[in-house]
């Protein structure tokens, strides 16, 4: 089963940039610019925002059911280094954004932190509940919506130390909400760690590909590696989380700099960013999985600060 790895099907295509000389540029300005469409270079997609509420509610059992346990991008990838940069310490108020099923809210509770696990999926926070006492934990859950900030404010200013949200931000129709409140919701150089599919290698617009060649030795080779196209401008694309879910979800797709851009218009700076890749697979094989691109790192985790108050 392939998390996070699915094929990805345009839902919303933007004009791509197109790549001519300076001079081909000038003239189709002269000449085109009143008929082009503007591209988008806002990171908010809010018109699809009640559709995504309701696909990930029809995905959630399902999604639970089949990774809930754990995978090799949430064992290998994802939790141990977003525990390592969050450096949770008992006692701790922590804030875990768009929850999921409450696995990595539920290993923060087992440090000794105070939980809160919000999402807007009550078929998830369902499981939350169910999983919390199946694993003796005491997490809280709330079913909330992070593009609402009223409501995210409505857990309380400055009430928490940490804030974490692990493989969500794509599949957020808006971002500045949710930068905005937590900003306002962690204490004076609190951190916010929180992980996506890396928006250079695994996104919409990235096809996997392997190919064969021979070096300049006469040596056959085999390389495997992703192809880009369309990074820069942002776009909604209907994707596969999991091969075989019940119903294509949207990917929300933006480059690098407009997510981080929203963290520091929000007040934030980034004192730590990691991309894990996973290890080589011990045996040569014809796929293309992950594990058989290791110098490629399908997510990014980065931590966020809030500066400390004087
Ligand atoms: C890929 S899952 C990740 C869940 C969990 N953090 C994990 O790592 O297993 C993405 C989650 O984002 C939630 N989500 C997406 N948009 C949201 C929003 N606007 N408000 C709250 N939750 C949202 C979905 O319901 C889903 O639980």
Redesign the pocket.
């Known amino acids: 089963m392939d998390e ?1 790895g699915g094929s990805k099907y345009i839902a919303d295509a933007e004009l791509s940039p197109v790549h001519v000389t300076p001079i081909l540029i000038e003239t189709i300005h002269q000449f085109f610019a009143p008929h082009m469409t503007t591209e988008k270079h806002n990171t908010e997609f809010p018109e699809h ?1 009640s559709e ?2 309701r696909i ?2 029809a995905n ?1 059992q399902w ?1 639970d059911d089949q ?1 809930g346990g754990g995978n090799v991008f ?1 064992d290998v990838l ?1 939790e141990p280094h977003t525990e390592r940069l969050l450096e949770v310490r008992p006692g701790d108020m922590v804030l ?6 409450g ?2 809210a539920r290993r923060l509770a087992k440090l000794g932190a105070k939980v809160i696990g ?4 009550d078929k ?1 926070i369902e499981r939350c509940k169910q999983r919390n006492v199946a694993d003796g934990v005491e997490v809280e859950y709330h079913i ?4 609402d900030e009223p409501a995210m404010l409505s857990l309380g200013e400055k009430a928490f130390d940490r804030a974490v ?4 931000l794509m ?4 971002i500045e909400p949710l930068m905005r409140s937590v900003s306002k919701l962690l204490k004076p150089g609190g951190y916010f760690v929180f992980s996506f599919l890396h928006p250079c290698f695994h996104s919409a617009t990235i096809q996997r590909f392997v190919e064969m060649g021979e070096e300049q030795s006469g040596r056959h080779v085999v390389r495997k590696g992703v192809k880009v196209w369309e990074y820069l401008t942002p776009a909604a694309w209907m994707t596969e ?1 999991i091969i075989g879910q019940p119903e294509p979800q949207f990917c929300f797709h933006r480059p690098l700099h407009l997510i981080l851009n929203v963290g520091f218009q929000a007040g934030f700076v980034i004192d730590a960013l990691e991309e894990p890749a996973l290890p080589p697979a011990e045996t040569e094989s014809e796929g293309l999985r992950w594990i058989d691109m290791s110098e490629i790192p399908p997510v990014m985790i980065v931590r966020m600060q809030l500066p400390v108050e004087s």
């Open positions: 996070w925002a995504n509420s990930w509610n959630a999604w990774i949430q994802i875990d954004v768009a929850c999921g099923a696995r990595f919000i999402d807007y999926s998830f909330m919506d992070t593009c949200c692990t493989m969500a599949d957020m129709p808006c989380g």
